[in-house]
């Protein structure tokens, strides 16, 4: 399990930005509000999204779906089926 930096911040909830890409462009931007230690899963579910059918990443690099969130990041989801 992987555990996204603190950043020093002790809120219990965090701001999460949210990139849905699709054929490389963004099809949808999202802010959620997200309690500190929620896991990508738990994201991913409040988005009605099937961690089988995205690849989610921080930055440029993939993130495995029980990584805990415990600072405000931005997240890109690339749908990996196509007609998603």
């Given at each position: 399990m992987r555990i996204l930096?603190?950043?020093g911040k002790d809120k219990k909830k965090l701001k999460v930005?949210?990139?849905i890409l699709h054929e490389g462009r963004i099809r949808e931007e999202l802010e959620l509000e997200v309690?500190?230690?929620e896991r990508i899963l738990d994201i991913l579910r409040k988005l009605n999204?099937?961690?089988?059918?995205v690849v989610v990443l921080v930055g440029e690099e993939p993130v495995p779906e029980d990584t805990k969130?415990?600072?405000?990041?931005?997240?890109?989801?690339?749908?990996?089926?196509?007609?998603v």
């Open positions: 930096p603190n950043n930005k949210v990139e309690v500190r230690g999204l099937n961690v089988e059918e969130v415990t600072s405000e990041i931005k997240l890109k989801i690339i749908p990996v089926v196509p007609g």
